[in-house]
T-cell receptor, first 115, second 114 residues
Framework: GAVVSQHPSRVICKSGTSVKIECRSL??????MFWYRQFPKQSLMLMAT?????????EQGVEKDKFLINHASLTLSTLTVTSAHPEDSSFYIC???????????FGDGTRLSIL | AQTVTQSQPEMSVQEAETVTLSCTYD???????LFWYKQPPSRQMILVIR??????QNATENRFSVNFQKAAKSFSLKISDSQLGDTAMYFC???????????FGKGTKLTVNP
């Protein structure tokens, strides 16, 4: 149980393109989803917390207009990197949990490369 | 703010041996949770073990166990009978009770040698 699917796993695109990443909870309803960014050989940094039906809460230093998050249902959250540039290249990972104080379950991540 | 420190950037162990990964944390709260996550080369984050701070008994999951020392704010992970598939980055993480955020340490790269 507690499977989180993230798609796509790999994206390569030109600078200026907007990229959408999907995060789905397959066998549970996720009231809260999280988006992380991981640079090479570094730890995960929380970007934002996404709650179903409400606006996402962004961490300090994360541009909300750059990283658009939509959590329209209890099983799907999307992260859109708008007008992506090479400095946005990174590994993005989502996680989800079904209720309060339950552990987060992670997706497989998306490697984004902006040329 | 809570912080998580993993002082061992890299470790190695022989197959079938036991290895302990260190983690310390800093918090003024009493209600919190601690986790160990494994990230193999595939990059997927896998929950290894979870400990509630209010529980005195150390959590155990098969070959994985923790030594939770609340007063010392220490949360080490012991891997017994190490297997080649245990090779991965291991991240210690903290979550305050009632909060939704995970705070991760910088990770320890574990290599299990045949």
């Amino acid at each position: 149980g507690a499977v989180v699917s993230q798609h796509p796993s790999r994206v390569i695109c030109k600078s200026g393109t907007s990229v959408k990443i999907e995060c789905r909870s397959l066998d549970f309803q996720a009231t809260t989803m999280f988006w992380y960014r991981q640079f090479p050989k570094q730890s995960l940094m929380l970007m934002a917390t996404s709650n179903e039906g409400s606006k996402a809460t962004y961490e300090q230093g994360v541009e909300k207009d750059k990283f658009l998050i939509n959590h329209a249902s209890l099983t799907l959250s999307t992260l859109t990197v708008t007008s992506a540039h090479p400095e946005d290249s990174s590994f993005y990972i989502c996680s989800a949990r079904d209720s309060h104080n339950q552990p987060q379950h992670f997706g497989d991540g998306t490697r984004l490369s902006i040329l | 703010a809570q912080t998580v420190t993993q002082s061992q950037p890299e470790m190695s162990v022989q197959e079938a041996e036991t290895v302990t990964l260190s983690c310390t944390y800093d918090t003024s709260e009493n209600n919190y949770y601690l986790f160990w996550y494994k990230q193999p080369p595939s990059r997927q984050m896998i929950l290894v073990i979870r400990q509630e701070a209010y529980k005195q008994q150390n959590a155990t999951e098969n070959r994985f166990s923790v030594n939770f020392q609340k007063a010392a704010k220490s949360f080490s992970l012991k891997i017994s009978d190490s297997q080649l598939g245990d090779t991965a980055m291991y991240f210690c993480a903290f979550a305050q009770g009632g909060s939704e955020k995970l705070v991760f340490g910088k990770g320890t790269k574990l290599t299990v040698n045949p």
